[in-house]
């Protein structure tokens, strides 16, 4: 095993591509863990971040595929772009109260992820956020969230049903595609638009509950 400690003391510190490394602490005090820090640590187990930490830069953990579980600690309020891409073997995850974005392609990937809750005060899930979470087969979705970006939940394939939020006024396009488990789903009155290809695939959709009024994009239940 090999083991490190990441200071923060400099905006380039970094373990990329530090296939031997097996666990980390944070050290306390760190207030981000920096872009790429450990990208491609494809043997990084466990990792301990304190709570002095706010920011997980972008794709701070991208294709850790050896990562099985990490606890991020309440003070962290971003979790940039592609941070936990690819990280296969991560199996549960718990987001803190402070985010209010899910960003894009933050969890893409993650396939041996099981379960998620989203919580209350995001607003946004970013493009590609949960795309290719094959494993996940539930998810909560807060009503405090309006905008479900593009192909946010694309091949989650073991997802059965999901409660769409009454804030949300569009599904961007791709946003469920692929979701072949999917069996039910209801459509609040005020979502206006559904976007191209946006439940592409849902091969098990036997049931929809959706306003008239709404404007439906192309090839969206094909």
Known sequence: TKTAVYYGTDETESFE???ELTEVTIAQGVTAIGEGAFDGCSSLMAITIPDSVTTI???AFYECSSLTAITIPDSVTTIGDGAFYGCSSLTAITIPDGVTTISIGAFQGCSSLTAITIPDGVTT?????????SSLAAITIPDSVTTISDHAFYRCSSLTAITIPDGLTTIYDGAFGGCSSLAAITIPDGVTKIGNWAFYGCTALTRLSLSPAVSIGENCFL
């Open 57 to 59: 830069g972008k794709g």
């Open 125 to 133: 899930i970013g493009d590609y956020a949960f795309y290719d979470c």
């Open 17 to 19: 591509d530090d296939t």
